[in-house]
């Protein structure tokens, strides 16, 4: 199974809030019209990203950027199924249209990944998510990049006092050299980490800590200039909605198109 990450900001005639409500009400409305497109899709979440500066304000020594609203999670069987989803009728003549009433199409960009679950503390059920997206330096293989990292997790950020304060943490592998790839305005990045808190007090907390920090964004593998960081808050009820639009389709739409 593949996962993108589609990565979107507000029509700038729109805030940010109106954006976030349009985009889990009558936009899921006019996807769930679309059988080509909702069939091959396996799992889907949005998650609504922090913009106001004053929530963010607890969090030192991160910066989190704000020039985006939301990322998009959705899960696919393989980059076919994929790309059938894209290149339905309806998904560039429905979904496309309403995509320009609320949000800057052109900015939109995303990544193909392959996303591997790394940890999970019993019990955890927090819906607050840092995103780390992350770029190897020049010389070094996308391989090398996603072995140091396990070790830099593993041997370091595992260890600093402030890991308790995180319970799930996901990495998602980014597809390299893929032909022909379906999404627009695909970026060079190599990995993104997903890491699950139960507040921003939490998060608040990893930052604060230098040793965890500096683990994170100091060290000689990773494009310092080219790292991006959101904090957000994942809907849940995104993923019931898709379960409620294929029970409407039947078990598996896609096979009966």
């Not at 294929?246 to 739409?253: L, N, Y």
Request: proline residues 4%.
């Amino acid at each position: 199974m593949i996962k993108t990450l589609g990565c979107a900001a507000r029509h700038p005639d729109l805030t940010h809030d109106a954006f976030l409500e349009y985009v889990s009400t009558t936009h899921l409305e006019v996807v769930a019209s679309v059988r080509e497109w909702v069939g091959p899709v396996r799992q889907y979440m949005q998650n609504h990203l922090f913009v106001d500066p004053k929530p963010l304000k607890p969090i030192q020594n991160l910066l989190i950027a704000t020039d985006i609203d939301y990322i998009s999670e959705v899960w696919y069987d393989n980059v076919e199924a994929l790309r059938r989803a894209r290149e339905a009728p309806g998904y560039g003549t429905i979904i496309k249209e309403d995509d320009r009433r609320f949000g800057d199409v052109e900015s939109v960009w995303g990544l193909v990944t392959d996303e591997i679950p790394v940890m999970q503390r019993a019990g955890f059920a927090g819906h607050i998510k840092l995103f780390i997206f992350l770029k190897r330096t020049a010389g070094l293989s996308h391989a090398e990049l996603l072995e140091k990292w396990r070790e830099l997790c593993d041997q370091t950020l595992t260890r600093t006092r402030c890991f308790e304060h995180v319970g799930r943490i996901v990495e998602n592998h980014v597809k390299q050299g893929l032909a022909n790839n379906p999404l627009p305005r695909t970026r060079d990045y190599d990995l993104v980490a997903e890491m699950w808190f139960e507040s921003f007090e939490s998060i608040a907390k990893l930052s604060q800590d230098k040793k965890a920090i500096s683990a994170l964004l100091n060290n000689k593998f990773i494009d310092a200039a080219s790292i991006l960081i959101y904090a957000a808050e994942e809907k849940p009820e995104t993923a019931d909605w898709l379960r409620r639009v294929h029970a409407r389709w039947g078990s598996q739409p896609d096979k009966q198109i």
